[in-house]
């Protein structure tokens, strides 16, 4: 009783995190994508893009590009307009802008295992084939699966004027290229000393020392295990190396249709093979075109 008079009570004063339940304005822009797909690293770009002035690091990123997971009610409602948002949020209607980041989810697989890991939801000897087969039925999490978070965003707004996507491997091959793609969705002028700067802020060696100093000043890695690291690898195709070859067969048997038309190439050809014929194909097909 005592426990819901408090929910209550902080609910009232808009002292909860809204999550999914936030208040959308008109001029918002959402960073979205699955998790590990490389949205923390693309809100330090855009965050280092959008404030030149003051340089994204783990105790002011939350400020920057707010996240509704990690702040209050109220905080989101005092944040200065136009805000620029991350959610890791399966299609929501109520979003008008979306910068959409997808990533080969053979490596948001193996990410996931470490982070995991690191949220302490598995320990270290957790078989990673049964790890795979919970990632794919998606339940690591309140997002739903990989494919049915981005396919519920592909085939309801891709192509439309409000939605940008970006693959996290073209962003690791040309940063600065598709921070100025960033920059025009975003109404800045895409100046080439400011995307250069910006990058230089956000790359993984000043994100890893960044993260080092100030790990416990972040919502998500304070209460997280510090001998893993959250910014890793980053970079692209771990898995060819660290993924058991059924789990990778398994993957692409559920999702080589939308890997398909994202670009990516299948490990198994008779995968690729099959992959049209699937009904999340037909619709892609439509969204695509």
Same mark, same amino acid.
């Given at each position: ?215 416990? %000043?972040? @919502?998500? !890695?304070? =209460? #997280? ?5 959250? $910014?890793? *690898? ?5 898995? +060819? ?24 190439? %299948?490990? @198994?050809? !008779?995968? =690729? #093979? ?5 009904? $999340?194909? *037909? ?5 695509? +075109?």
């Amino acid at each position: 009783m005592m426990q819901w008079l408090i929910r209550g009570t902080r609910r009232a004063l808009g002292l909860h995190h809204p999550g999914r339940n936030l208040d959308v304005f008109p001029d918002d822009v959402f960073i979205v994508s699955y998790i590990k797909s490389g949205n923390t690293w693309t809100r330090f770009l855009i965050a280092n893009l959008v404030y030149p002035e003051t340089p994204a690091d783990f105790s002011n990123i939350n400020r920057l590009t707010p996240d509704p997971e990690a702040l209050s009610k109220r905080e989101l409602a005092r944040m200065p307009r136009p805000r620029v948002l991350k959610s890791h949020q399966y299609f929501d209607p109520r979003y008008p802008r979306i910068i959409y980041i997808v990533r080969d989810p053979r490596d948001v697989l193996l990410s996931g295992y470490y982070f995991q890991r690191k949220r302490r939801q598995i320990d270290d000897q957790y078989p990673f084939e049964k790890y795979a087969a919970r990632f794919m039925a998606g339940d690591f999490n309140p997002y739903g699966s990989w494919g049915d978070n981005v396919a519920s965003w592909l085939v309801t707004r891709h192509n439309h004027p409000g939605f940008l996507l970006l693959r996290y491997e073209d962003m690791l091959a040309n940063t600065a290229q598709e921070l100025a793609r960033v920059a025009v969705f975003l109404g800045i002028e895409p100046d080439p000393e400011r995307i250069a700067t910006a990058v230089r802020r956000s790359d993984a060696s000043t994100m890893r020392k960044l993260e080092k100093s100030q790990a416990l %000043l972040w @919502s998500s !890695t304070r =209460e #997280t295990r510090q001998d893993i690291p959250f $910014v890793r *690898a980053a970079k692209s195709g771990g898995w +060819r190396t660290e993924v058991p070859e059924s789990s990778i067969l398994q993957l692409e048997a559920q999702w080589g249709h939308l890997m398909t038309y994202l670009g990516y190439e %299948l490990h @198994s050809p !008779t995968q =690729e #093979t099959h992959s049209g014929s699937h009904p $999340v194909s *037909a619709l892609l097909g439509e969204a695509f +075109r």
